[in-house]
């Protein structure tokens, strides 16, 4: 794995994205199509909001054996990510639909999902998208001392085992969320007066985090406990939930980034970056198991990650069509576009990579 990027001109930065972003822009107009959101994507919709909230009605109104009810709880959480994926995160990019109110209101839908719409659009909108992959930047990089995720974080003992222990952490990330994350970022980003849009004020942001935070807590253990369920058989459940939405995202997430041949390329002593944004995304982002159509549709086209970093504006549903288009600009351009034909390479190389960071820094 490398920590820089190979530099390439300005002219050659610009004459890429100016290429493709045309031959996209024509592929829209050709066919006559709106960038955002269409049928699919509403129908979509309802599929995954049936699995997430249809088993949490079948367990609040009815008896049922107990591995049943774990059952539903890991469909739960498979519905879970995948309202996650599909929906949340497009209407946060402003992909879903050309009405906006649409996109705040699916956007919204982070807050039946353990999330914050102010602290996820400031680390993923902003830090993660525009400072893709850079130490210190983006906050995906960032595992406190208990992962390693790049060569320019410090190294301990225990991270030769990283590539044993990590996929047992992966599914605490929603858990996360839900009771410590969001309160620690939104203290974070309102300190350094981070926004994405119109900086609301601080008081308005820990009011709505407050109030959805008790929202939350009651629609997935208060009620069902109000009616009848018994309180350990609740915080198992809501254990189990989280802990299948949360390794199924950090799976997803990590195949993108942290994956051998992906970069975390270091700024200058200025703070410059060797190449501009959209080579940048070449080199830090990939793609994985392109043609396999269930792995498309659950994922909402995360797995075309090199697509969705470089028109994150653009819904999940076009990826497919415009991959070719990325793919043939990058080869003219003589750029690397980095891609797994299948998740099982993905997840191998992922985990190869863990294993790498996981030794011991050798001294220059």
Excluded at 26 to 38: A, C, H, P, R, S
Excluded at 59 to 71: A, D, N, S
Excluded at 287 to 312: D, M, R, S
């Amino acid at each position: 794995m490398q920590t820089n990027e190979p530099i390439f001109s300005r002219t050659d930065s610009m004459k890429f994205f100016r290429t493709l972003n045309t031959r996209v822009n024509n592929y829209f107009k050709e066919n006559n199509i709106q960038k955002t959101g269409n049928w699919k994507l509403y129908l979509k919709t309802i599929v995954m909001f049936a699995i997430f909230l249809t088993p949490y009605f079948f367990l609040i109104g009815m008896e049922m054996p107990f591995w049943v009810y774990l059952l539903l709880n890991v469909v739960i959480g498979i519905g879970m990510a995948g309202v996650g994926m599909n929906v949340m995160h497009d209407g946060n990019h402003g992909s879903y639909s050309n009405k906006q109110w649409l996109n705040k209101f699916m956007g919204g839908s982070i807050y039946i999902l353990a999330g914050n719409v102010y602290n996820w659009q400031v680390q993923h909108n902003v830090l993660h998208h525009t400072y893709t992959n850079i130490p210190g930047h983006d906050e995906d990089l960032e595992a406190g001392r208990v992962l390693r995720f790049s060569k320019t974080a410090k190294w301990h003992r225990f991270h030769k085992f990283q590539h044993y222990y990590s996929v047992f952490l992966y599914g605490l990330l929603t858990f996360n969320w839900a009771i410590t994350t969001d309160f620690m970022q939104m203290k974070r980003y309102l300190k350094r007066k981070l926004s994405y849009g119109e900086f609301k004020s601080p008081a308005i942001q820990w009011t709505t985090l407050v109030i959805t935070k008790i929202i939350y807590f009651s629609i997935w253990l208060v009620i069902p406990m109000a009616l009848g369920i018994a309180w350990w058989k609740v915080v198992l459940g809501f254990v189990v939930m989280h802990y299948t939405a949360g390794l199924i995202l950090s799976v997803i997430f990590q195949l993108a980034h942290v994956i051998e041949d992906t970069v975390t390329p270091v700024p200058s002593e200025e703070g410059e970056m060797e190449n501009t944004w959209a080579i940048h995304q070449l080199f830090t982002t990939v793609n994985f198991a392109p043609k396999n159509w269930l792995i498309n549709y659950y994922t909402g086209g995360l797995n075309h990650q090199i697509e969705h970093h470089i028109f994150p504006n653009i819904s999940h549903i076009h990826y497919n069509k415009i991959a070719e288009i990325v793919k043939q600009t990058a080869k003219e351009c003589n750029l690397p576009y980095y891609e797994y034909k299948t998740m099982t390479a993905a997840i191998a190389s992922h985990f190869r990579h863990l294993k790498e960071l996981g030794q011991k820094p050798q001294l220059a």
